[in-house]
């Protein structure tokens, strides 16, 4: 894959979180949230202002990329167990666990604050 093609698919993405972050909060403009820049450090989402930052206290990266697959075959797996909502841990050596769920899931959990 092109490197333009690689980046076109991880804006889609950071494009796609920051829209839902404004649909949440509607009191949010994109002038209190925007999206990374190319090569620019930091987290891929931007809370630029105290407001945007209190009502989501996040840091955001995201990753936009084939690789995962495998981590989709175990959230797969979480989803057939039951059907309540899947949550995969995962953790790597000397690493910290990582909790992951839908990101829909997630954002009704914020409306529901």
Do not use: C
């Not at 839902?20 to 009191?27: C, E, F, M, N, T």
């Not at 930052?53 to 175990?74: A, D, G, M, V």
């Amino acid at each position: 894959m092109k490197n333009d093609s690689k980046q076109a698919k991880g804006r889609y993405l950071q494009n796609l979180v920051r829209d839902r972050i404004v649909k949440l909060y509607p009191v949010l403009t994109k002038q209190d949230i925007r999206t990374s820049m190319r090569s620019e450090t930091g987290a891929d989402i931007k809370l630029l202002t105290q407001i945007a930052r209190k009502l989501f206290p996040f840091s955001i990266e995201t990753k936009n990329r084939q690789e995962f697959r495998q981590i989709y075959n175990h959230f797969e797996q979480a989803k057939r167990h039951t059907n309540q909502t899947p949550l995969l841990i995962i953790k790597m050596n000397r690493e910290r666990p990582l909790a992951i769920i839908d990101m829909e899931f997630f954002f009704k959990l914020q409306e529901d604050e």
